[in-house]
């Protein structure tokens, strides 16, 4: 039973801990309860193919990640998900194929932040210019073919490993 003592104690675990974990709330009720302790920052991303059918990749703070990012007041998911990959790569003629999956992932700033991420898989038209946004800490894209993804070997984020697992 999910209470407020035993998730502060799972807290400090993840945080003492250097290593990333993956929590698994099986339980539509202890989802909510975890829920209810955490503040929450929702976010979207993309999947994002171009014609050749490879897959965008971006570095970000010296991993490998998708595109998303926070959704802003009032926004719509597949919107802010839009959004996002425009203004992180310069990508447009966006079209999103279909809803793909939501992540979340756990990170502490002043206080525990549950970040739920609505992904899609999307098609780009206007690809061929495609840049990282610098002010985003991003240093560099790439577009891979997904059966080239070797995940093991990718240097990302555990979030980001199980939803290129998925796709």
Not at 6 to 27: A, F, N, W
Not at 60 to 88: C, F, H, I, T, Y
Not at 118 to 142: C, F, G, H, R, T
Request: proline share 4%; with cysteine; glycine share 6%.
């Amino acid at each position: 039973m999910l209470n407020k003592k035993l998730l502060k104690s799972l807290l400090k675990y993840l945080k003492d801990e250097l290593k990333p974990k993956i929590i698994l709330v099986e339980d539509p009720k202890g989802l909510k309860k975890f829920n209810k302790y955490l503040k929450q920052v929702k976010a979207a991303g993309g999947l994002v193919f171009n014609p050749k059918g490879e897959l965008l990749l971006i570095k970000r703070n010296g991993l490998w990640d998708l595109p998303k990012g926070k959704l802003e007041d009032g926004e719509d998911s597949a919107e802010g998900a839009m959004r996002e990959v425009e203004e992180e790569c310069s990508v447009s003629g966006l079209r999103i194929v279909k809803d793909f999956m939501t992540s979340y992932h756990v990170y502490k700033e002043d206080k525990w932040i549950l970040k739920p991420t609505d992904w899609y898989l999307m098609e780009a038209s206007d690809w061929e210019n495609a840049k990282p946004q610098l002010e985003e800490n991003i240093v560099d894209i790439k577009w891979v073919k997904p059966e080239d993804i070797h995940l093991e070997d990718l240097d990302t984020y555990l979030s980001i490993k199980d939803v290129l697992a998925r796709l």
